[in-house]
């Protein structure tokens, strides 16, 4: 069955509903394809333990704030869950749930939106897909070899998984510290967290209010011509929340360098040690979910597709949004997609009424 609208949004997580939000204020004919069954976008796919870094009142989307957790100064995802679901029932987005986008194509005038569900014929497309449904795993060494279990940051879960284990938790930003510091906690389970890099703690007063604000003047000053003041990268990786830091405090947070292969049954490093190991918990990050949109051919140099703004160059008709900085300051937090999505909607909305 193919049906029309105006626009089809691609993702109904944070920046698919922020979209909404912002479309339906244009008055614009617009649905929003969900790949997941419930709403809530990937935050009800994280581990148990994990919290925002902002309070509440700093963690919301446009048009409703967060209303704070009882007892939490930093609300956890199931919370978000909650709010993201009372979001979409709120303004009654027109969200398709258990609708996956295959690809998106051009025909004419229309983009064509292929789904295992139907095909939307739109006027304009936002991406805003995210980068959970695509973890990145590194080529280390010996990993095809290890026989222990290995999982990355989407299959974990909580510390009671690995009662009476030996865990390598590999990677030094904010995922591989959390979960680190979630299974240091835990006195059934021995963790050794490994880096590349010496971690980088940022100041334990810095939280998500903070970031969003040098993420934003890092961005004005680039668009300004102004030098580039580094951003959020400048002060450091990850962010003390109160798991990390009792961690870290309590001396159960110390990193070994990245080990120089995996073996047969642990890891080994340079010089010889070895320890044994029954899991690693890869921490490396996501790459964009982006290959629906293959057929556009938008790739530029090294894969990356480029934009201006949240705008895809090559196709005006598509707008990109919450994949980071490239696409909205901090537009992958919940606080920093509603202005890169009042801007994509205002865009659309000029250029098919122009």
């Known amino acids: 069955m193919t049906q029309h609208t105006e626009v089809a949004v691609i993702g109904g997580g944070q920046a698919g509903l922020a979209a909404g939000y912002h479309l339906r204020r244009q008055g614009l004919d617009f649905v929003i394809l969900d790949a997941d069954a419930a709403p809530g976008g990937a935050w009800q796919h994280l581990w148990d333990s994990l919290h925002l870094f902002s309070p509440a009142e700093h963690s919301s989307l446009p ?42 194509r051009r025909d004419g005038s229309r983009l064509v939106v292929e789904a295992d569900t139907g095909i939307w014929r739109a006027k304009a497309v936002i991406s805003a897909t995210g980068s959970w449904s695509r973890p990145f795993l590194p080529a280390a060494p010996g990993r095809p070899v290890f026989t222990g279990r290995q999982l990355h940051t989407v299959n974990y879960r909580r510390p009671a998984d690995f009662a009476g284990q030996r865990v390598v938790v590999v990677g030094g930003g904010n995922s591989g510290a959390q979960i680190a510091a979630d299974l240091a906690l835990d006195e059934h389970v021995e963790v050794t967290w490994v880096t590349q890099h010496p971690p980088r703690f940022l100041p334990d007063d810095i939280d998500g209010r903070a970031l969003f604000d040098v993420a934003t003047a890092r ?74 949109l293959a057929p556009l051919n938008l790739r530029g140099p090294r894969g990356h597709m480029l ?15 919450g994949y980071g900085d490239w696409t909205g300051p901090a537009s992958a937090t919940l606080i920093g997609v509603g202005r890169p999505a009042r801007d994509a909607a205002r865009e659309i909305a000029h250029l098919l009424r122009s």
């Open 63 to 104: 048009g409703r704030l967060m209303p704070a957790q009882p007892g939490q100064t930093y609300p956890g995802a199931r919370h978000v869950v909650d709010y993201l679901t009372d979001y979409e029932k709120r303004y009654d987005l027109p969200v398709r749930h258990g609708t996956r986008v295959e690809a998106v």
């Open 307 to 321: 934009t201006d703004g949240t705008r895809a160059r090559g196709e005006p008709r598509l707008h990109l949004l």
């Open 219 to 292: 961005r004005r000053a680039l668009d300004t011509g102004s030098s580039d003041t580094g951003g959020v990268a400048s002060l450091g990786d990850i962010v003390a929340v109160p798991p990390v830091r009792a961690a870290r405090d309590a001396g159960l947070l110390t990193a070994k360098p990245m080990f120089a292969r995996l073996t047969a049954d642990g890891a080994r490093w340079d010089g010889g040690s070895h320890t044994t190991v029954d899991a690693v918990v890869w921490c490396t990050g996501f790459r964009p979910a982006l290959s629906h």
